[in-house]
Nanobody, 123 residues
Framework: QVQLVESGGGLVQPGGSLRLSCAIS????????IGWFQQAPGKLRDAISC????????FYVPRVKGRFTISRDNAKNTVYLQMNTLKSQDTGIYYC????????????????WGQGTQVTVSS
């Protein structure tokens, strides 16, 4: 079955950068649209970005647009989230997931989830 494993989280100062990775096994990445989700402390999990299985179209929520970049390497079966100019409100657990209905701004529905990776932005 499809499995996803996130990595790359850590502690970073405000204004710093991190690159998260989402490695997929059990299936070819090119069959899946992938989303990244953030669960901030005490809050519900929110979608922040996605990339489609075809054409590599992408979507970002306004609060990360211009700072985060999602990309995929089908040869490595891995999706990346480059996070720049990090802010304290970016703190949380970051999850990647296959998307049940594709990458569309109207709503991202996670299907198969990874275990998450912690990102802490603090001085």
């Amino acid at each position: 079955q499809v499995q996803l494993v996130e990595s790359g989280g850590g502690l970073v100062q405000p204004g710093g950068s991190l690159r998260l990775s989402c490695a997929i096994s059990g299936s070819s990445l090119d069959k899946h649209s992938i989303g990244w989700f953030q669960q901030a402390p005490g809050k519900l999990r929110d979608a922040i970005s996605c990339i489609s299985s075809k054409e590599d179209s992408t979507f970002y929520v306004p609060r990360v647009k211009g700072r985060f970049t999602i990309s995929r390497d089908n040869a490595k079966n891995t999706v990346y989230l480059q996070m720049n100019t990090l802010k304290s409100q970016d703190t949380g657990i970051y999850y990647c997931a296959t998307l049940a209905y594709g990458c569309y701004p109207t709503g991202l529905v996670g299907d198969v989830w990874g275990q998450g990776t912690q990102v802490t932005v603090s001085s």
